[in-house]
């Protein structure tokens, strides 16, 4: 059977991470691993780690990503190259307006990968999770055998541009935040920087966890890497920091007063969905986001596999605990209830509150079953502030519960409301609704994609990721500022 030529780039692409457009006569020679993916679809984002992978084990691998904007939710295509950074893809990335790329290569869905032999030749093509399963084996041959035929280009691909990285700054797209409120300290998740900064409530840095180099190392305060921190929850009993670390999809432990991080589940691999439990450091993970203590569990919302997740805090056994494995949005029992990318999780002490964001819901978690409070199906998304039951938000990613009341980070509504359960009424507390940055009063203030949120002497304390900052709400003063973090 003759093997099917790739068809050239097409020209008009935008280029990322290179000085120049690219053809398939620039990358003869070469085994090329063709990424289309976009920042709206989480799946995608998950498999940033395998194609790492395959990167780190094989050298003459070429990647190119391929996002497509109009894909995008409105609330993430104008920032693709702001996610690049947050990423820190090394490799190019074009970004494919009008969809040339997809069309060409007949891609219909994401995330798809197509493989490209050093000879221009499309070798097949896969969709779905688990890439470096699939792929690890076959690159290998490909690339021995090319070898041998004296086919293969060892010499990198010059790029002759600056990596798109994170930028200087206190932070970059922090992620989740806590707070120590015995020790008057907050946790910040600075996750496009890799790092977990540690912070009084007026804004002195204390200490930085993390090298702020991406990576998978236990050790020192200063040693240990991550990659994408996210959730965090902070046991004041024991004095230890819990980790979500997403990118690596791991649980990483922070202690005092040894100032060590140590991985207490998670293999570094993403497990399949729905992934089964077992000893914590021997079961592979799925992009846990968010973290809640409760009752000698610390709680995971897996939004890989589109489960909750717990961890018992004795014996560091982890297993599912809520969820099919299905994306959907049903309720039920623990095991038949269906979740969508759930990317936050709250406790009031007795139940759990979960921010299912692929599904623009609020979820409950009390006595075995699983019920909805705000949210109907996964295409049903809006901004309305109303009873629960009619209630519409837009992705939400983070949720604190305070005094009866569950504060929701409404995240692609840039807003951040109230639900009383009691009431059932959804009201929002701050942002006017357009995205952007604006201090001031409550109502007309601006955030850019919020994420985490926490209550910390009196105020609530918010990751505004777009914003790489941390917006302070005063509930009494009904103002917003921002924390200027020093040294």
């Known amino acids: 059977m003759k093997p099917m030529v790739a068809p050239d780039l097409p020209s008009g692409l935008e280029w990322l991470n290179i000085d120049r457009p690219l053809s398939i006569r620039d ?52 920032d693709v190259r702001e996610a690049v950074h947050r990423a820190g893809a090394g490799y190019p990335v074009a970004i494919d307006h009008d969809h040339l790329l997809w069309q060409a290569f007949g891609v219909r869905d994401w995330p798809t990968f197509v493989l490209i032999d050093p000879e221009g030749n499309i070798l097949g093509k896969t969709t779905g999770e688990g890439l470096y399963r699939r792929l690890n084996l076959n690159i290998g041959r490909i690339a021995r055998e090319f070898e041998q035929r004296g086919l293969l280009e060892k010499e990198p691909l010059q790029s002759g541009a600056a990596q798109e990285t994170a930028r200087e700054g206190a932070l970059y797209q922090p992620g989740k935040i806590a707070a120590d409120n015995v020790g008057m300290r907050l946790f910040i998740s600075d996750s496009g920087h890799h790092r977990i900064i540690v912070a009084g409530g007026d804004g002195k840095i204390l200490e930085t966890i993390g090298s702020g180099a991406a990576g998978n190392t236990d050790g020192s305060f200063s040693e240990a890497a991550f990659y994408l921190p996210e959730g965090l929850a902070f046991d004041e009993e024991a004095g230890i920091l819990y980790v979500a670390d997403t990118g690596n999809h791991m649980i990483r432990q922070v202690s005092w007063p040894d100032r060590r991080v140590t991985t207490i589940a998670g293999t570094g691999l993403s497990a399949p969905s729905p992934g089964e439990g077992g000893p914590g450091t021997g079961v592979a993970l799925n992009a846990p986001w968010d973290l809640a203590l409760l009752g000698g569990y610390l709680y995971v919302v897996m939004a890989g596999a589109n489960q909750v997740w717990r961890l018992d805090l004795a014996t560091h056994e982890v297993e599912p605990y809520a969820g099919s494995g299905r994306e959907a949005l049903v309720d039920g029992p623990l095991r038949e209830a269906a979740f969508a990318g759930p990317s936050g999780i709250a406790t009031d002490g007795e139940v759990l509150y979960v921010a299912d964001s692929g599904a623009s819901a609020i979820r409950r978690i009390k006595r075995g079953m699983v019920e909805t409070f705000i949210g109907h199906s996964l295409e049903d998304f809006g901004d309305l502030d109303t009873i629960a039951g009619m209630a519409r938000i837009h992705h939400p990613m983070g949720v604190a519960f305070r005094q009866g009341s569950l504060y929701i980070a409404d995240t692609y509504n840039q807003k951040i409301k109230e639900f009383d359960p009691g009431t059932g009424w959804v009201l929002t507390r701050v942002g006017s609704g357009g995205r952007g940055y604006r201090d001031g009063l409550s109502g007309d203030a601006k955030l850019n994609m919020p994420d985490g949120l926490v209550h910390f002497g009196g105020l609530w304390y918010i990751a505004d990721a777009g914003n790489h900052a941390i917006r302070v709400y005063d509930p009494v003063r009904h103002m917003v500022s921002t924390l200027t973090l020093w040294k």
């Open 27 to 78: 990358l003869s020679g070469r085994i090329v691993l063709l990424s289309f993916v976009t920042f709206a679809c989480s799946n995608c984002m998950r498999l940033v780690p395998e194609i790492r992978q395959l990167v780190g084990e094989h050298p003459d691998l070429v990647v190119i990503e391929v996002h497509s904007p109009r894909l995008e939710s409105s609330a993430v295509a104008g």
